[in-house]
């Protein structure tokens, strides 16, 4: 191995041990990072940690890329896991537990997507191709249900909706009417309350039977959108 490539291992490898302990960090502080504590923990001087990680929105934005890409491979899976691709419904109630698995098994890092905003962080552009990969999970379906010849909805959708729903069809979409894809966001959206209450707290002393709950919400969430049996 040449030294370039041993620089470029051990270089790999802790910037890996930084973000795992900045993930132990989520876990018990909230998405407040400090540096100077990561540093501590791995018994690094801080001006040593940032020749990784020149800041903390920097090492912000690595974990949220890592948390929306590991999200979007529990959602692809939960697609492919259903062998018959004509099973529409099967694929989507996959898709949505998970979703709910990924997020029961990293609430942390599920707060720290879908949770408060951090002060003063604004995400970079280059989150965006991670962050899609979920929701075209659901897109890839309707695609699949309009190519099929299923009936879609015929809602009289708000003018500037329906604009909006251009805007997302023509980036995203193609081929999938702007009805249907209000409904589809509008159920990727219930998808993520459903999961964001439980795992937040709101369920407690109210539903005991989660898993059940969750698939009878999503059955119905199905319903509304189009999405065959």
Known sequence: MSAGSLRARVRAEMTEEIKATARRHLATDGANLSLRAVARDMGMVSSALYRYFPSRDALLTALILDAYNALGTAAEAGDT????RT???ARWLSICHAVRAWALANPSEYALLF???VPEYH???ATTAAASRTPLTLITVLKDSVDAGFSTPTDHLPPTVHAD???LRAGTAPGIPEELLARGSMG?????G???FELFGQLNNV?????AYFEYQMRHVATTIGIPE
């Open 165 to 167: 729903m251009a805007r």
């Open 207 to 211: 539903v005991e039977a989660r898993e």
């Open 123 to 125: 995400a970079p552009e």
């Open 194 to 196: 459903a999961v964001s």
């Open 188 to 192: 990727w959206i219930q998808l993520f």
């Open 81 to 84: 896991a259903v062998t018959d």
């Open 87 to 89: 099973a529409l419904r």
């Open 115 to 117: 949770g408060s905003p």
